[in-house]
């Protein structure tokens, strides 16, 4: 009774200690991301996001885009963007992902232009709208926590297509970024 007694406490001491070790490298890895993309200074905006790391698979986070230039980029004024990401890697949350995103965007009104292609009129203010899409990209995080992402997603208006020039949404991602 007792050798039973005492392999069953060994038993549970082996479970317990492995236990512990999992839970502990699980705390270990880093949940926060902060990225900047660096193709928006092109486009005349600035886009920053972040990104909560759920668990080794999968992570939600936010984006805002804001255009201060209209020299680059007719259309855009800004957007508000929210995503899930499942990752595919065998890393912690890094790798090829997909992701499903809903946005919030401000999109200029129907343009009417000349032959050449120069704007001669505005028929519309400034469009409003939710936009749902996918996209697909990869992660690479070093083990400092630097990350570079590269990704594009593709969505649809929803609501006021009618009311500007564009029925979609793109979204075009070079991010470099650190996770803590």
Known sequence: MKRNLL?????????AVQAQNETYSNLN???????LNVI???????????????????????SALYIFSD???EDTNYMISTNYRRYFGKKYASGFFAEGFGMFSS???????????????????????LSIGLGLGSKWVTKSGFIFEINAGYG?????????????????GLNVGYRF
């Open 156 to 172: 649809f208006l929803l609501f006021n297509a009618d009311k500007t020039d564009h029925t979609i949404v793109a979204k075009l």
């Open 7 to 15: 392999l069953f406490a060994m038993l549970i001491s082996v479970f």
């Open 40 to 62: 928006s200074p092109l486009l005349g905006g600035i886009e920053m996001s972040y990104e909560r790391i759920l668990n080794k698979k999968s992570g939600l986070g936010i």
């Open 107 to 129: 999109i200029d009104g129907k343009q009417l232009k000349d032959i050449d292609g120069n704007l001669t009129s505005n028929e519309g203010d400034d469009v409003y709208d």
């Open 29 to 35: 890895e880093k949940k926060n991301e902060i990225k």
């Open 71 to 73: 020299e680059n980029n």
